[in-house]
T-cell receptor, first 117, second 109 residues
Framework: DAGVIQSPRHEVTEMGQEVTLRCKPI?????LFWYRQTMMRGLELLIY????????DSGMPEDRFSAKMPNASFSTLKIQPSEPRDSAVYFC???????????????FGPGTRLTVL | RKEVEQDPGPFNVPEGATVAFNCTYS??????FFWYRQDCRKEPKLLMS???SGNEDGRFTAQLNRASQYISLLIRDSKLSDSATYLC??????????FGSGTQLTVLP
């Protein structure tokens, strides 16, 4: 089975440009999570969705960031305008709620390495 | 104070050694606990869940002390392939996970 798919894998852009990151969760999973990882701050949750509905976006750093999930198989994270401090690895993860707190785990995609010059 | 705190290391150990990682969490309402492994420039992957009674998976043993809000991971007979960053992860009643900053392990030949 295909895992979580993210595109692009690498993105280099200039400050002020719009950046769109894409994620396809594992088929059948009902939760989708967006994370950002930096050396300074580690792995931070930005936003998560349940059945395509945003549940908690308190981790989104500011209005420049937005996320959508138009259907169960696709989500985007957009940064507009981008800034150098947005440079990080952005991970998407998905999970299936089977009511098992100990075994319901999140599966991560390979990440998008974003560099904003 | 961070919600999940770990010793960042790095831990450099010879092959065959036993190494232990510790982690503390601040939210006493946390419900489930995990160790994830992250290889260099790769995504985090679940290593094992941590059960209240402690649990073992091959060379890996995880322990939880709810009273002290403390989690540990013991790796016996270290292999070169164990070199990675180990992330302590906590989940509350909601679905989101809170990650520690990770402990870096290098197993030396």
């Amino acid at each position: 089975d295909a895992g979580v798919i993210q595109s692009p894998r690498h993105e280099v852009t200039e400050m002020g440009q719009e950046v769109t990151l894409r994620c396809k969760p594992i088929s059948g999973h009902d939760y989708l999570f967006w994370y950002r990882q930096t050396m300074m701050r580690g792995l931070e949750l930005l936003i998560y969705f349940n059945n395509n509905v945003p549940i908690d976006d308190s981790g989104m750093p500011e209005d420049r960031f937005s996320a959508k999930m138009p259907n169960a198989s696709f989500s985007t994270l957009k940064i507009q305008p981008s800034e150098p401090r947005d440079s990080a690895v952005y991970f998407c993860a998905s999970s299936l709620d089977r009511g098992q707190l100990y075994t319901d785990t999140q599966y991560f995609g390979p990440g998008t390495r974003l560099t904003v010059l | 104070r961070k919600e999940v705190e770990q010793d960042p290391g790095p831990f450099n150990v010879p092959e065959g050694a036993t190494v232990a990682f510790n982690c503390t969490y601040s939210n006493s309402a946390s419900q489930s606990f995990f160790w994830y492994r992250q290889d260099c420039r790769k995504e985090p992957k679940l290593l094992m869940s941590v059960y209240s009674s402690g649990n073992e998976d091959g060379r890996f043993t995880a322990q939880l002390n709810r009273a002290s809000q403390y989690i540990s991971l013991l790796i016996r007979d270290s292999k070169l392939s164990d070199s990675a960053t180990y992330l302590c992860v906590v989940r509350g009643s909601a679905r989101q996970l809170t990650f520690g900053s990770g402990t870096q392990l290098t197993v030396l030949p």
